[in-house]
C-alpha cells in the first residue's frame, strides 16, 4: 500500500512540474516585449549631399566721400535699386565751384603765355630756358584744373554700379569728410554668391567625370530658411585654392541667378548636390538607430523572434531613411519602434509595419 502511495505521488509531482513549465513558458511569452519592425529597403538612391551657407553680394562698396563739405542732397530712398551712374548724393559745391573757376582762369592765361613764349622763341627772342619754365607752368597750372575740375565732380555722388542701397544711408545736413566718411553701401544682387564648406572627399566625388567641375558642381539647389526650395539651379564658380588644416575642407562659393531681387545677402540657405546614384542601396528608418558610445547600432530580428544588437555605418540620410553602407544585409528585418525596451538576446513580439507607416503625421491627422 505505501509503494502504491508513493507511485501516485511521483506521478502528481512528474505531472505538476509539466504544467507548470507549460505555464512558465507561455507566461514568458506574454512578458515579451511588443514591437515594431521592418524589412531593410533595397533602392537605387541618389548620393546627395547638405551644406550650410550664407547668400553673399556680387558686388558689395562702401560709398565713401571723395570730397569734404556738407550734404545738401539725398536723390533715394534706403532700400531702393538703383542703377549705374544714378545721382545718389550732393555735397556742398560752393568752395570747389570756386576753386574750378580759379584754376580755369590760371590754367588758361598758362596756356596763352606758352603760345606767345613758343612764338618768341620760334623769333630767337628768348631763351630755351625761359621756354621751358613757361611751359612747365602751364602744366601745372593744367594739373591744377584737372584736380579742380574732379573735386567739383566728385560733388555730385554717383551709384559705381547697379543694386540696392542700403537702409543706413546718411541724410542731407550731415557732414562727409573726404576718404572717410561712409554715405551708404550698394549691393549687386543678381546674381548673388552662397559660400560654404565642403569635405576634400565630398569634392572629389562631385567632380567625377568633368574636367570643368563635374556635374554635381554645376547642379545645385537651395533650400531657404523656411523650408522653401528656390527655384533656379546654381553652380560653384570659386574655389579656395586649398584645404583647411584645421578641418579638411575647403571653402567654395556657389553663383545663383536672382532676377527678381529673391535672394537677399546675409539669408541662411541649405545647398542640396547631388553626386551620383547608390545602386541597390540599404536604407533602414532613422528611428531604428541606436546610438552607444559615439557609434550606431541596430537590433536584427532572426527567425526565432530573437533579437541581436549590431553595428553599422551609416551613408547620407534620404527623408526618413538613412543608407547603411556596412553592417546589414538585404532580406534582415531590424526592429524600428520599441528599441528602448529591448536588449541584446531577447525575444520579443514584433508587428511589421511599411515604410507609409513612418508618415506620423498621417497616422495623427487619421486619429
Known amino acids: 500500500m505505501d509503494r502504491k502511495i508513493k507511485f501516485v505521488v511521483t506521478i502528481c509531482a512528474v505531472v505538476g512540474t509539466f504544467l507548470l513549465g507549460g505555464c512558465g513558458k507561455q507566461e514568458q511569452a506574454n512578458r515579451a516585449p511588443m514591437v515594431r519592425s521592418m524589412s531593410v529597403i533595397v533602392r537605387d538612391t541618389p548620393v546627395a549631399y547638405d551644406y550650410t551657407g550664407f547668400i553673399e553680394a556680387n558686388q558689395e562698396m562702401n560709398v565713401v566721400a571723395q570730397v569734404s563739405g556738407q550734404i545738401k542732397e539725398k536723390y533715394f530712398r534706403g532700400g531702393e535699386y538703383v542703377s549705374a551712374g544714378a545721382w545718389l548724393y550732393k555735397i556742398d559745391q560752393r568752395n570747389y565751384s570756386a576753386n574750378l573757376l580759379s584754376a580755369k582762369s590760371a590754367y588758361l592765361s598758362a596756356q596763352a603765355d606758352a603760345e606767345r613764349y613758343t612764338n618768341l622763341y620760334a623769333k630767337n627772342a628768348v631763351s630755351k630756358q625761359t621756354l621751358d619754365n613757361i611751359i612747365t607752368q602751364r602744366d601745372v597750372a593744367h594739373a591744377k584744373y584737372i584736380s579742380a575740375q574732379k573735386d567739383f565732380d566728385e560733388t555730385i555722388v554717383k ?3 547697379s543694386g540696392r542701397i542700403d537702409t543706413t544711408a546718411l541724410e542731407v545736413g550731415n557732414y562727409a569728410d573726404a576718404g572717410k566718411t561712409t554715405l551708404t553701401k550698394i549691393s549687386d544682387t ?9 569635405a576634400e ?8 567625370g568633368n574636367s570643368n567641375g563635374g556635374t554635381g558642381l554645376r547642379n545645385l539647389y537651395l533650400v531657404l530658411a523656411n523650408g522653401e526650395r528656390y527655384e533656379l539651379p546654381g553652380e560653384v564658380t570659386e574655389v579656395n585654392r586649398g584645404i583647411s588644416d584645421a578641418t579638411g575642407s575647403m571653402t ?7 532676377p527678381n531681387k529673391k535672394l537677399l545677402p546675409g539669408m541662411f540657405a541649405h545647398i542640396s548636390a547631388t553626386g551620383g546614384t547608390l545602386e541597390n542601396a540599404l536604407l533602414v528608418p532613422q528611428r531604428a538607430l541606436v546610438e552607444l558610445l559615439y557609434k550606431k547600432f541596430v537590433f536584427v530580428l532572426d527567425n526565432d523572434k530573437k533579437v541581436s544588437m549590431r553595428e553599422v555605418k551609416l551613408g547620407q540620410n534620404v527623408g526618413r531613411l538613412v543608407v547603411v553602407k556596412e553592417g546589414l544585409q538585404a ?16 525575444a520579443v513580439n514584433a508587428l511589421s509595419m511599411s515604410e507609409e507607416d513612418l508618415d506620423t503625421t498621417k497616422q495623427q491627422g487619421a486619429q
Open 331 to 346: 532580406g534582415e528585418t531590424v526592429i524600428v519602434e520599441g528599441t528602448g525596451k529591448i536588449r541584446n538576446g531577447m
Open 201 to 208: 572627399p565630398e569634392y572629389m566625388e562631385l567632380s567625377k
Open 190 to 198: 543678381n546674381p548673388v554668391y552662397v559660400k560654404f564648406s565642403i
Open 252 to 258: 567654395v562659393r556657389a553663383l545663383f541667378k536672382n
Open 159 to 161: 551709384a559705381p554700379f
